[in-house]
Structure formats: structure tokens, C-alpha cells
């Protein structure tokens, strides 16, 4: 049942995922459906910036501001899906929030992958300079999750000649999982370089970290990949996952949430499983360190993920949903996010395909629900996206993925897809 006080089995442990209860630092799962699954406040991580807004500023989630579950489905009804491209024209139309001119810097433009997808300078991941000439600049900003500050880094697809600040950036975040949304290449557009090593047994080097590849394990729709990052400076080895999606097609968003719900539940398993082996090394936040999202500008499907896991933790938290509120608070700290209408009506999908995964809702409450995945002509067109240029070299998936082979979904035929 949905509400604040939770199931009694479930009371004092730190994490619920997607409707599961895990004990901290372990896999131990127990079965049930929802619980509020509030921890208790802990030290803010060790971060190098700030998302900008205060430790009891992050994300509140107020219950002013949402729907109950039931309210969301009529709301969904009402609007229909029409109704819900205007909503999402409305958040657009708004001018950015912040500033981009640590960007914009003549050393820092050409880390930039795209030359319009700049990143705000109030909420930027500063690195750590090494000497007067080096710069502290990566295109990644800190995203608050649900009542978790800094729970993201939202980046762009490393480029070659910032694999080593990728690298830096992860070591001096303390991050321990990765998350690509994206191919290495779609549509023969390179999205993303290759920053691991994609063989099992395989290693690379960049700058003052090696990288090792010591599994690769092919699931239906994304590869999860366990790395050694090894600091060459000081020894020091952490444990990293590397989960790879799949399974978004070349074209829209995919035709079903599920595999996206599936990946979710595997990132926050991994997210508890790298934190656990830091021990002591890791005294922030209880959820852990920031995890890094990226697809290939970090606005889009990057957008996407976060939206849909802050809407599920605070459905399993509060019973509540606010889609259009979580969106303009993400894109308050990383400009752009939720790059196109398709993603926008697919984090709502998302969240009544959770629901029904979770017999939260009957088959006649469900009744009258628009289609938010079936192509529609007669919507508004998409804005037009940035004329995106890549300079990243071609990337690859392990040869395991590609022999097991992954679902190839057919989704909205939208001109732009990041």
C-alpha cells in the first residue's frame, strides 16, 4: 500500500528500489510492494561543486506539488497526448537558468562535444587542476535525485581527448557506476568514444588511470561490464560498473518502459553492491556517490533516466507524481534535459507501466489512457534540436553483446534522437 509508513519488515533499511527493499551494503532482498523507504540524513558526498540548492533544498517533492497516483492517471485522460506535448512546449519555451561561461572559455571549448550543449556554471563538476595551466573544466553537471543531493552527474559521451578527465572526474568523485544510454554509433553518427575497455581481459590507460576489463555479462537489452579503475599514482584500485542500454532504438523512444525499468532495478542493485565495497572510503550520503549518466550531449535519454527513477522513488516514497515538476527542476541544473516531446511523453509511459507492473492500478482504472508510445501525426512537431556535430571516434559494444544479440525496438520516428 502506498504511503509514508512503510512495511514493518522493511522499516530502518536503507534502500527501496523500484517497490524492493534492500539491506545496506548487501543484496538481501525481501518481497513486497511499496514502502516509504525514507533513510535517515547523512553527510552531504564529497563533491567538488554543488547542484546549487541547499541539502534540505534537494528535491523536497513536496506533496502540493504532486498527484496522487490515481490523480495522474485522470490527469493523463484529461490531457491526453496532445495535451501533454503543450505541457512540455510550456517547459521549454523557458529560458535556461544559469550561466555557461566556464564552457564557452577558449580552453575549454574543444571538450565540448557539441557546441551548443553547454554545461550550467553553478552546478559544473570542477575537476581538480594538477598545474596552473591545466584546466578544471568537464562538460558534466551535479543533478539532485529523490531527497538525495548530487545523486547524478549528467555528461556528454567522453570525447578521445577527455577520456582522462572522465577518468579524474570519477576517481575524485568517488562514482562507481556508470550508465550509457546510447550506442557507441547510430545511424553511422559516432555517439560516443570508446573510454573502457569493451573485452573481458582487456585494459587501457588514460593519463593517470588504467582501466581494467574483468567481466562482461549480456543481458536482453544492456551489457554490464565490471572494471578495476587503478589510480597508477598512488596503487589504489575501486571496483566500477560500467551498464550499457541497449536497447533504445535509433529512431524516438522505445515502445515499451520495461527494459528502461528492468535497467533501473540493475543500476541501483550495482549502485549498492560498488558502494558497499568502498567501506570506509565513502562517509556521504547513504545512497552513495554520484552515479554517471551519459548518452552522447547528456540531455536526452540521459534526461530521460533521471526523470523516470526520481518519479518512481518518489511514487514508492509518497504515492505522489509530478513528471512536469521533476523536469524543470532537472533542467535547472543541466540545460537542455529532456531534449524532444517523445522523451517527455515516455517518462509518463514509464511511470504507468510501473504502476501496472505493481498491480497499483486495476485494468478499468486504466481504461481512457492515451497511448503516449503510438506515433501521432497530428501532435506538435518536435522543436527543432541543436544541429549536433560529433568529433568522437568510433566506439564499439563487447563482441559477447553482440553475439547474444538485443532487442531492437521500433519507437517514434522522431528527426532527433540524443
Known amino acids: 500500500m502506498l504511503g509514508n509508513k512503510g512495511c514493518q519488515m522493511c522499516r530502518g533499511l536503507k534502500y527501496v528500489l523500484l517497490g524492493e527493499c534492500f539491506r545496506k551494503n548487501t543484496n538481501e532482498k525481501f518481497g513486497f510492494t511499496m514502502s516509504s523507504g525514507q533513510s535517515t540524513p547523512s553527510p552531504a558526498p564529497h563533491s567538488s561543486g554543488s547542484s546549487g540548492f541547499s541539502d534540505d533544498d534537494s528535491l523536497p517533492f513536496e506533496e502540493r506539488t504532486g498527484l496522487t497516483l490515481l490523480d495522474f492517471v485522470e490527469h493523463l485522460k484529461q490531457k491526453g497526448r496532445r495535451g501533454l506535448v503543450d505541457e512540455y512546449l510550456e517547459i521549454v519555451s523557458k529560458n535556461p537558468e544559469g550561466s555557461f561561461n566556464i564552457s564557452r572559455q577558449r580552453g575549454n571549448v574543444n571538450k565540448n562535444r557539441y557546441s551548443d550543449v553547454l554545461c550550467y556554471d553553478h552546478t559544473r563538476v570542477v575537476l581538480t587542476p594538477e598545474g596552473e595551466s591545466e584546466s578544471d573544466y568537464i562538460n558534466a553537471n551535479f543533478v539532485d535525485g529523490y531527497k538525495q543531493k548530487n545523486a547524478f552527474i549528467s555528461t ?21 557506476v556508470i550508465v550509457m544510454t546510447t550506442r557507441a554509433v547510430e545511424r553511422g553518427r559516432t555517439k560516443c568514444g570508446q573510454y573502457w575497455p569493451p573485452d573481458k581481459g582487456s585494459s587501457v590507460t588514460h593519463e593517470g588511470f588504467k582501466i581494467e576489463n574483468t567481466d562482461v555479462e549480456a543481458q536482453a537489452d544492456f551489457a554490464l561490464t565490471r572494471l578495476r579503475l587503478i589510480n597508477t599514482k598512488t596503487g589504489e584500485i575501486r571496483s566500477i560498473t560500467h551498464l550499457q542500454f541497449l536497447s533504445w532504438p535509433d529512431y524516438g523512444v522505445p515502445s515499451s518502459a520495461d527494459a528502461m525499468l528492468k535497467f533501473l532495478m540493475a543500476m541501483r542493485e550495482e549502485q549498492i553492491n560498488r558502494v558497499g565495497d568502498l567501506a570506509t572510503k565513502w562517509d556521504g550520503h547513504a545512497l552513495g556517490p554520484p552515479i554517471v549518466v551519459h548518452c552522447s550531449a547528456g ?16 511514487l514508492n516514497d509518497q504515492g505522489t507524481v509530478d513528471v512536469m515538476g521533476t523536469v524543470e527542476r532537472i533542467r535547472s541544473q543541466r540545460a537542455y534535459s529532456i531534449q524532444v516531446q517523445e522523451q517527455y511523453l515516455f517518462c509518463h509511459a514509464a511511470v504507468i507501466e510501473y504502476a501496472k507492473s505493481k498491480n497499483l492500478l486495476s485494468e478499468s482504472q486504466l481504461e481512457g489512457i492515451p497511448d503516449l ?4 501525426n497530428t501532435a506538435t512537431a ?36 540524443y
Request: aromatic letters at 6%.
Open 373 to 376: 508510445l503510438a506515433e501521432d
Open 299 to 314: 540531455i536526452g535519454r540521459t534526461g530521460t533516466l533521471c526523470t523516470i527513477d526520481i518519479c518512481i522513488r518518489r
Open 156 to 176: 556528454q559521451g567522453p570525447l578521445p581527448r577527455t577520456f582522462g578527465d572522465f577518468w579524474k572526474m570519477m576517481w575524485e568523485q568517488v562514482c562507481v
Open 382 to 417: 518536435s522543436p527543432k534540436a541543436p544541429a549536433l556535430q560529433s568529433s568522437a571516434q568510433q566506439s564499439q559494444v563487447p563482441s559477447t553483446v553482440i553475439k547474444k544479440g538485443t532487442t531492437n525496438l521500433k519507437g517514434l520516428k522522431s528527426k532527433n534522437n
